[in-house]
């Protein structure tokens, strides 16, 4: 009855965006111009409507419905409550049903809430809304039904894999669909302002909260996704370049950039054009992650030709709606002007600095990302993985992470750098001292000008500060300072791993003692231990830095019986200056068990300052909207005293 | 009830270790670090860029595969044996092709993986030329 229910709302969900779409293309033509009032309220219900079909399948996975066959695939009666909920979108056809409503309640809140655009630009961004919704709502009802029966029931379910029973990445994979598909507002918005040709300050104020929104969204999905692979995979790596990390981090680098470029569209009514552009290629990338990692091209691109149906489709979606968007931008952008100009050495200056470079690493990581598929297709298999990615996208992060020391401080549209250049004594000196620190110690370039440009930004991030009152100081200054500091915060953590991390591989008998670092660690013992799900051995250690207070460690390696499986729990303990990082390995010959231990210094940096980042600009989405409630309640105000007045 | 379930955890929790000794022992210094730090962190650096074949976009120093152990004790043991990390990899990659190696090679394959990003760097040189300076005239 439920599975019935939640599939009939997809339909609906679906006839609706059909209805959202034609109804919104009619409207801006002069005949159909009646049928306006109708799309914000089918976009309100589509959305309402993909929520209850969403829901509906929350209910089978929660219940346990094994005669569903998604449910008698991915989930177990014996399973924790929490990881039967969040079983729901840890496979293809549930993720993808996420997708589909989280953007269709992005239309909804849109339609509701959005009223700075201008009427016809608001029907063409709705319209645009419905059909790539559209199109992911064909996906799922034609090759992907959660919703299929299975006759007969199973009976009992085939389990979750335990690497994705853990909390951290129960809410992983929705946070980043909220960032991911909340781009697909950027790019409605840059189609609907292609269509109307209506891009100008106004648009970039109605469009930066989305991208905003959507990118901090991003940012903590990333952040969340690179800890979990830190403690779950259980060797101490924090970002592996693997695609479908690549596919999260392409479409970030291309908001982040848009997101600068807003600002400057919003400030200056400049780089009109780029920043129609980067709405477009945002959602793209989260369109081309979407293909990479649902299309089962990467596990190998023999495997998605096998079987080509699901991503035949999602490759048809690709080039419909990327090649559709980007026929129309070569269609109009030339009647769309470029806006006003400004000199080399000034605020829009240094941010389409950063807007290029950040465009640069998104290419080199698409190429990197795309190659081994492309070879393997040509018959050849190749790997291309952190030691091509590492220089090659330091060749332009490096000048990028200079010039956002010294951006900020610039003036629009024009200035000099003799202006500011005693500001800029510390952060330089600070640069220079590290990367000649960093160069005397040999731990390679890339950590050391890691540091270095840590230490500029750390005390650089801060200047635009300088000579304000702080608590005159607005919310989104405010915000790009602690975001811009967070940069820093996390590149001090990366370097600080890769040139101090110290390893320590043994074998010991329980009662035996070794080092790590500064770090004296005993095998007190092994024992058994049982959980809802899983068995395992637990190893007691006892740890302590520097000949300090003794804390207790607890690696284990776990059973999973359904599916049969095993995992290593890492145990971690977190001091103000890094982390000791323990894993269990098998029983070695006597009674010796394997035991990996890493120390590494500033290492919870690369996580806290990718909150940082993240917060900073929560504080900017936050300046922004309470300004521009305060805006419209004052606009409601004048317009009810006239009214009253009137009459 | 729950005491069955317990007592069968725990037996199972001890058969585990009886099973893994049917298993083949791993290789030496496949958990093993060498005794010359210097060497060890040239053998590690080298581990970090090869691709265990049997995992999905793991390398060998990041992998719990028993293949991925007998590559890190091959590679220990080269490395002790003085060997140099390059031609470490070289022999890794005629034995098990390019796949293996995380650093492309330039082959008449690979040339775009190279060719691209300074492509890139002379388009970025381009457009910021192009914007920035007819903006100063401005």
């Known amino acids: 009855m439920i599975a019935e229910l939640g599939l009939a709302a997809l339909w609906l969900a679906a006839a609706l965006a059909a209805l959202q779409l034609i109804a919104g293309a009619l409207a ?23 929520l209850v079909s969403f829901l509906a399948l929350v209910v089978l996975f929660w219940q346990t419905d094994l005669s569903v066959e998604l449910v008698a695939k991915n989930s177990h009666s014996a399973k924790p409550l929490l990881y039967k909920l969040t079983g729901t979108w840890g496979n293809h056809e549930g993720s993808m049903l996420l997708w589909a409503m989280v953007m269709g309640l992005s239309g909804s809140l849109v339609a509701l809430i959005e009223r700075r655009l201008p009427e016809p630009t608001m029907l063409a961004t709705l319209a645009g809304q419905a059909f790539v919704s559209l199109g992911f709502y064909a996906f799922l009802l034609a090759s992907s039904n959660p919703f299929t029966r299975l006759n007969p029931a199973a009976i009992e379910g085939a389990g979750l894999n335990p690497l994705l029973q853990d909390p951290g990445l129960a809410f992983h994979p929705p946070t980043l669909y909220i960032g991911y598909v909340g781009l697909s507002v950027a790019f409605s918005f840059a189609i609907g302002a292609l269509v109307t040709r209506e891009v100008g300050p106004a648009f970039a104020r109605a469009m930066r909260p989305w991208v905003l929104g959507s990118w901090i969204f991003l940012t903590i999905g990333i952040v969340a996704g690179s800890y979990w692979a830190y403690y779950e995979l259980g060797w101490g790596g924090w970002w592996f370049w693997d695609p479908v990390e690549n596919a ?27 920043t129609v552009m980067l709405g477009v290629v945002a959602f793209s990338m989260s369109m ?58 000034s605020r829009e200056g240094a941010l389409v600095f950063n807007n290029v470079m950040l465009s640069a690493i ?154 790590v670092g500064p770090w004296t660690v005993k ?9 809802p799900n899983w068995t395992a051995l637990r190893a007691d250690l006892a740890a302590s830095y520097a000949g300090g207070k003794v804390s207790e460690l607890h690696p284990a390696a776990r059973s999973f019986w359904s599916p ?38 500033f290492v919870p940096m690369i996580w806290y300052g990718g909150l940082l980042i993240a917060l900073g600009g929560l504080l900017a989405l936050w300046g922004r909207v309470a300004s521009d409630l305060r805006r419209f309640v004052a606009r409601d105000k004048i317009a009810w005293r006239r009214s009253r007045q009137g009459r | 009830m729950t005491r069955a379930w317990l007592l069968i955890a725990v037996l199972a929790v001890w058969a585990a270790p009886l099973q893994a000794q049917d ?54 043991e080269r490395i002790a044996a003085g060997e140099d990390p390059e031609a470490i990899r070289a022999w890794l990659v005629e034995r098990y092709g390019d796949y293996v190696s995380y650093a492309p090679r330039v082959t008449p394959l690979t040339w775009p993986l190279y060719v691209i990003p300074l492509v890139l760097l002379a388009a970025v040189g381009l457009v910021l030329r192009r914007r920035l300076r007819k903006g100063d005239s401005a």
């Open chain 1, 28 to 50: 801006l033509t002069q005949r159909g111009a009646a049928l306006a009032g109708i799309v914000r309220p089918v976009a309100v219900a589509q959305g309402v409507l993909a």
């Open chain 1, 248 to 274: 999260s981090l392409m479409p970030w680098l291309a908001a982040t950039a848009l997101l600068h470029s807003v600002s400057v569209l919003a400030a200056r009514n400049a780089l009109r054009a780029w």
């Open chain 1, 288 to 345: 081309v992650g979407t293909f990479l990692v649902r299309s089962g091209i990467l596990t190998s691109v023999h495997a998605f030709a096998v079987d080509p149906q699901r991503g035949s489709f999602i490759l048809g979606l690709l080039v419909l709606y990327i090649g559709g968007a980007l026929l129309l931008f070569g269609l109009r952008a030339s009647s769309v002007s470029e806006g006003e100009r400004f000199a080399a050495t």
């Open chain 1, 362 to 515: 998104l290419g080199i990581v698409l190429v990197g990302t795309l190659y081994p598929l492309l070879a393997e297709a040509l018959g050849a298999k190749v790997s291309v993985g952190p030691p091509y990615f590492n220089p090659v996208s330091a060749i332009f992060a490096v000048p990028m992470l200079l010039v956002l020391a010294v951006g900020p401080l610039l003036r629009w549209r024009r200035d000099s750098l003799s202006r500011i250049r005693l500001q800029l004594v510390l952060p330089v000196l600070l640069f220079v001292g590290a990367l000649v620190w960093g160069a005397s110690d040999a731990m390679g370039i890339l950590p050391a000008l890691g540091l270095a440009l840590a230490a500029m930004l750390a005390v650089a991030s801060f200047l635009p500060l300088k000579g304000r009152k702080l608590r005159q100081v607005k919310l989104p200054l405010w915000g790009m300072v602690v975001a811009h500091f967070g940069v820093a915060v996390a590149l001090l953590g990366m370097a600080s791993d890769a040139a101090f991390t110290k390893e320590r591989l043994v074998a010991l008998r329980e009662g035996e003692v070794t080092e």
């Open chain 1, 523 to 531: 095998l007190q013992r092994i024992e058994p231990v049982a959980g």
């Open chain 1, 564 to 601: 049969p499986t095993e995992t290593s729990e890492a145990a971690l303990k977190t001091r103000w200056n890094g982390q000791l990082y323990a894993v269990l390995g098998e029983e070695s010959q006597g009674g010796r068990w394997q035991l990996r231990l890493w120390w590494k210094p």
């Open chain 2, 23 to 76: 298993g083949v022992p791993p290789a030496p210094y496949a958990n093993v670090q060498l005794a010359d730090p210097a060497q060890e962190a040239k053998a590690h650096a080298l581990m970090l860029t090869l691709r265990c074949l049997k995992c999905q976009s793991q390398s060998i120093a990041d992998s719990d595969a028993p293949m991925a152990g007998d590559m890190r004790s091959l590679v220990r």
